[in-house]
């Protein structure tokens, strides 16, 4: 079955000021709707810039980004357009939220995106309904648990109703439950029609929850492949860090090797 | 702060406009403050206390700690008042006298200080501060000012997070274990805090142009406020009260 492309990042070259190295080389990804995508890679690896280019906030010194097969064209009504339909979820959800309460800051993206009050309202309610948060609505950010802020920062983007969400590994340091709702927050999303590329270095994450890996390597994406065919191969595995894995699924804890 | 802003959150009377309570509270200020009467005073401290407990819903620990150090300041101010200093005869020498003229003048002083400051303390256990200045836009409040007032008063609980998980991580490598190590890490944290908070600053900005925002006012949405009669019925009967006990 064929789906429509949505976003796409093609040959993508992107170098920080002051840096030795390019962050991005060549790195090029397609995202279609109904894919949930595990963005793999080192640290420094270039998974956070990429994603940075989705959403418009970067933009790239080679390279050429589109939406549904048109490039980005990086004027205010195109980035607005663009931010309305590629949601970015940041790795510290404190760095996002910042209004009195709740339901303001998840207003704050409808509003932008020229909402009406009464629209954004009932935007920000139904996507604190969807993240499981409704009861927070009237509390300020800071008031929040760590858990309760991530959820909090994926309304603040849903609110938006964007088709892509780009979650800047999102499900690191959460708890097993919490980690669960969120995964199956953005489940709800694919399913709806929209797509979800997710930065992770959680191997489990990977494997089970996405569709597809994307494996990044020294600023360029090398292996984009279902995670059955990254798990099956060795050279793949490695590349992964999969062979690094002290439990692997079929394992019992109590038969695992001992680390040294 | 956090506990002071968490009540202001929780307050059964955030329903009530802000600028209702900010006036209210403005005007028993001024009647303790004009009227000038121990009775009115000591009504006032009372009432908003009362109402601070009973209606907006702060703890009595709570509103009594507030007090306290209040208390400490105002009477560190009023001794001064209370104790007089002055040369003694033509030896040069100098005396401090308390006299009960002096003392009743320094009570009467403190009391109403208390009162004053009660009524503030029922203003911020009742309205969320940024509420409070968003409402101010009614008056014509740059807008600017007002987003400087919000993200300053979203820093300052981040500053506060860093600042103790970075004072926590030094004290655990014994970095408050002596005076020099002491000196040492509080210049280090607070370079460091510095740091932090322009990094932080610099991210927030990049989350807030990630979900559309293109410079100018920050977007917000108006919050809603209902109408209720009671909340004018009392605000009435504490203000007869106060003016009734100054006509006594």
């Known amino acids: 079955m064929t789906t429509t492309s949505l976003l796409a990042f093609e040959a993508l070259h992107y170098r920080y000021p002051g840096a030795d190295a390019p962050a991005l080389r060549s790195a090029s990804l397609e995202v279609r709707a109904g894919e949930k995508i595990a963005l793999m890679g080192r640290n420094g690896s270039g998974k956070s810039t990429l994603l940075l280019h989705g959403n418009g906030l970067l933009r790239p010194q080679q390279g050429v980004v589109r939406w549904q097969g048109e490039a980005i064209a990086y004027t205010r009504p195109a980035l607005r357009a663009l931010r309305s339909r590629v949601g970015l979820i940041f790795q510290n959800p404190d760095e996002q939220l910042f209004a009195p309460t709740l339901l303001q800051d998840l207003a704050f993206g409808p509003l932008n995106s020229g909402a009406s009050e009464q629209e954004a309202r009932q935007r920000a309610e139904w996507a604190a309904a969807r993240c499981r948060i409704e009861h927070l609505l009237a509390q300020p950010p800071h008031a929040l648990s760590g858990g309760q802020k991530l959820c909090a920062a994926l309304a603040g983007v849903l609110a938006m109703r964007p088709a892509v969400l780009l979650a800047d590994e999102v499900t690191s340091g959460l708890d097993p439950w919490m980690r669960r709702n969120v995964l199956s927050i953005l489940d709800e999303h694919v399913a709806e029609g929209g797509a979800v590329v997710l930065s992770t270095h959680e191997l489990d994450v990977a494997r089970h929850w996405a569709d597809k890996i994307a494996l990044m390597e020294e600023g360029c994406v090398v292996h984009v492949a279902p995670p059955r065919e990254f798990f099956a191969s060795p050279a793949w595995r490695a590349r992964i860090g999969a062979d690094l894995w002290l439990f692997s699924d079929a394992t019992p804890m109590h038969h695992a090797p001992r680390s040294t | ?248």
Not at chain 2, 85 to 114: C, D, E, K, M, Y
Not at chain 2, 131 to 160: G, I, K, N
């Open chain 2, 1 to 248: 702060m956090h506990r002071l802003d968490a009540y202001a959150h929780a307050s059964r009377l955030r329903h009530v406009h802000p600028l209702n309570k900010f006036a209210f509270a403005l005007t028993v200020i001024a009647l303790c403050l004009v009227l000038d009467r121990p009775a009115v005073s000591a009504a006032a401290l009372l009432w908003m206390a009362g109402l601070s407990l009973l209606w907006g819903g702060a703890t009595p620990g709570f509103v009594l700690r507030l007090l306290a150090a209040e208390g400490l300041f105002l009477a560190l101010g009023v001794v001064a008042v209370a104790v007089q200093i002055g040369p003694v005869g033509q030896g040069g020498g100098w005396s401090a006298t308390v006299t009960p003229a002096s003392l009743a003048q320094a009570g009467a002083l403190l009391l109403r200080a208390f009162a004053c400051a009660s009524a503030m303390n029922f203003l911020a256990l009742t309205t969320p501060i940024l509420e409070l200045a968003a409402a101010a836009q009614r008056f014509r409040a740059p807008a600017a000012l007002l987003d400087v007032t919000l993200m300053m008063y979203r820093s300052v609980f981040l500053l506060l997070e860093t600042l103790m998980r970075m004072q926590r991580a030094q004290e655990s490598r014994n970095g408050y274990a002596s005076w020099s190590a002491t000196m040492r890490s509080a210049a280090a944290l607070g370079s460091q805090l510095f740091a932090a908070s322009w990094r932080s600053g610099q991210r927030m900005e990049m989350a807030l142009q990630a979900r559309g925002y293109e410079g100018g006012a920050l977007p917000m949405l108006t919050p809603a406020y209902t109408l209720s009669r009671t909340w004018p019925a009392v605000a009435c009967l504490v203000l007869a009260t106060l003016l009734g006990l100054a006509c006594l």
